[in-house]
């Protein structure tokens, strides 16, 4: 299952990345929340997505997740 790690800021929009089935890391820019989450939708199948807050940062990127 893909997981899409996202970054929201409601003035410069929302920035994501995931790794697709091969491995391959995708970095994405959306203007808004509502475009990302339509894309999620329609394109990534409803994957699960976490946003990266203050709190959870670190250990994210010691997991080399994001």
């Known amino acids: 299952m893909t997981i899409i790690y996202y970054e929201y800021e409601r003035i410069l ?3 994501s990345t995931y790794d697709d089935a091969s491995g391959q890391r995708h970095y ?3 203007s ?4 990302f989450k339509q894309w ?5 199948n409803n994957a ?6 203050d709190l959870n940062y670190k ?4 997991r080399g997740l994001i």
Do not use: R
């Not at 808004?32 to 475009?35: E, Q, T």
């Not at 999620?40 to 990534?44: G, L, N």
């Not at 699960?48 to 807050?53: S, V």
């Open 13 to 15: 929009g929302v920035n």
């Open 28 to 30: 994405d820019y959306f």
């Open 32 to 35: 808004s929340l509502f475009a």
């Open 40 to 44: 999620v939708s329609y394109e990534m």
């Open 48 to 53: 699960k997505t976490i946003e990266i807050t």
């Open 59 to 62: 250990n994210l990127a010691s």
